[in-house]
């Protein structure tokens, strides 16, 4: 379970500290899925990046699964965002020199926890087995989304965090990439934090929350 209490989190500008998260509070179950929606520049990139311990909050907590992350080290950290955590961008961020089966099994790999059998299956579930030796230029946007979500997954992260992961593609590759995503963090039981800025896709998940001045100012269930 991921629970977020009372984060503060500001950035040092010319003209003074500018206060982008103040006072932030969130939960998110295992296996369950939260959209986080707001405006640009409203610090939603600034909170994903907090949760997945890639940056400290000044104040408040963050919990992921008993574990406060102000209190790990920086290798205690390291170690952990490399087994509990997947992260997927806008920007695909695939290694340019990998092919796509390495790709797949860098991040698995990094965490000692590279599986074979799951990799097998991700490929088969994401529709890569034909493009296994392709690089990343090779692809086309959807594909190089599949290629980063099973990268992601591979080695079987208890949360996965994605900022606006649909928001290079088309309205019908987003609705499929979406749905392989769903399906198999349904099935690996992996919760999901993810900032989008389409309601459609937000819709798709169990929860949303608006982050506006600073606050989550509306939480919505389905
Ligand atoms: P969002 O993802 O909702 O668009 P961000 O979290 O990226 O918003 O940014 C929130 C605010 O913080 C913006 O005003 C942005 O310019 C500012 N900001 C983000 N990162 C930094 C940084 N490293 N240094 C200074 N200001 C930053
Ligand atoms: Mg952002």
Redesign the pocket.
């Known amino acids: 379970m991921l629970e977020v209490k009372n984060v503060f989190k500001s ?3 010319a003209q003074g500290p ?1 206060g ?1 998260l103040r006072g932030v509070d969130l939960r998110l179950d295992d296996g369950g899925s939260l959209a986080l929606m ?10 994903l990046h907090l949760v997945a311990g890639l940056d400290q909050a000044d104040s408040g907590l963050i919990d992921i699964g008993g574990q406060r992350l102000d209190r790990m080290s920086e290798a205690q950290l390291a170690n952990w965002r490399r087994t509990e955590i997947g992260l997927v961008f806008q920007q695909f961020n695939l290694i340019g020199s990998l092919n796509v089966g390495d790709n797949l099994a860098f991040q698995a790999r990094l965490a000692g926890r590279h599986d074979p059998a799951w990799q097998e299956q991700l490929i088969e579930r994401l529709g890569l087995g034909a493009v296994l030796q392709r690089y990343p230029e090779q692809l086309s946007g959807g594909q190089q989304q599949r290629v980063a979500i099973g990268r992601a997954l591979a080695s079987r992260p208890g949360l996965l965090l994605a ?1 606006e992961p649909t928001g290079n593609l088309d309205e019908a590759t987003s609705d499929e990439v979406l749905q392989l995503l769903l399906e198999l963090l349904h099935d690996s039981r992996t919760s999901l934090l993810m ?1 989008t800025h389409s309601p459609r896709v937000a819709e798709r998940l169990a929860h949303k929350v608006v ?1 506006h001045q600073g606050r989550l100012a509306a939480r919505s269930e389905r």
């Open positions: 950035y040092p500008t500018l982008v707001g405006e640009s520049g409203s610090g939603k990139s600034t909170l900022d900032v982050l």
